[in-house]
């Protein structure tokens, strides 16, 4: 039985099947464990046969109010316990991300969930749920209060991240250690105006993952553009120029 299982989701219309391909070709040359990718989709058109497609669970969205500050709350469907055929441990990876070192040690960090701390938030209890890895039916506490609580929840919680971490506590999650997970806006691209003079660096050393986050995105970065549009006194530093570095990964 094989207990290590990458999953993603893909709902709506934002990312086309090539997102979750991608993902999974990156995470098969830098995984060396046996392992399940499985994508949970309403829309499995176009995903590559080697992928696992499973139905995305049953979900209720927040009020319109709170589901336009946060479009991520149904990741909390990853928590449900039985959770399809799923045993183990899961490492839940957004489909923007970019995989390019090894992710064997990701499985072996903890006993906990473990999920990145958010860069712009620091020493606030604030997770980044890009990539979170916990194990199959330990935490269903989390999406019960979130079913039985929905409005308390969402209201006390701007985001699905900020609600995982602060609801398990300091000491009952760990973060992944720092420079695994990397911010390309905040690690990679120079910031400000020198966006619009100088290429985004390459790997932060030691990084495994590159996370996307608002634009751009890896598609729209290696082609140089912000991938949505912006005030013209913003276009000096909501810009990037062509990373063509990172096609070496995103492929």
Known sequence: ???NNVVCMKWGEKYGPEYVNVLYHMVKRNMTLPFRFICLTEHPEGIEPAIEVMPIPEFEDPAPQYYKECQAWRKLSLFD???F????KVLFL???VVVIDTIDCFFDFSDKLAI?????????LIGQASAICF???QYTRLLKKYQEQQETVVKTHRTEQVYITRELGKGNFDYFPDDWCKSFKFHCMAGGILNSFITPTEIPKNAKIIVFHGNPNPIDAINGVWGAP????KKFYKTVKPTKWLAEHWR
């Open 81 to 83: 316990d039985p959770f």
């Open 116 to 124: 990145i701390e958010n860069w712009s938030q620091p020493n606030r």
């Open 94 to 96: 957004d489909l923007d």
């Open 1 to 3: 039985m094989i207990t």
């Open 135 to 137: 194990e199959v039916g």
């Open 230 to 233: 912006v005030p013209w006194y």
């Open 85 to 88: 055929d799923i045993q183990g």
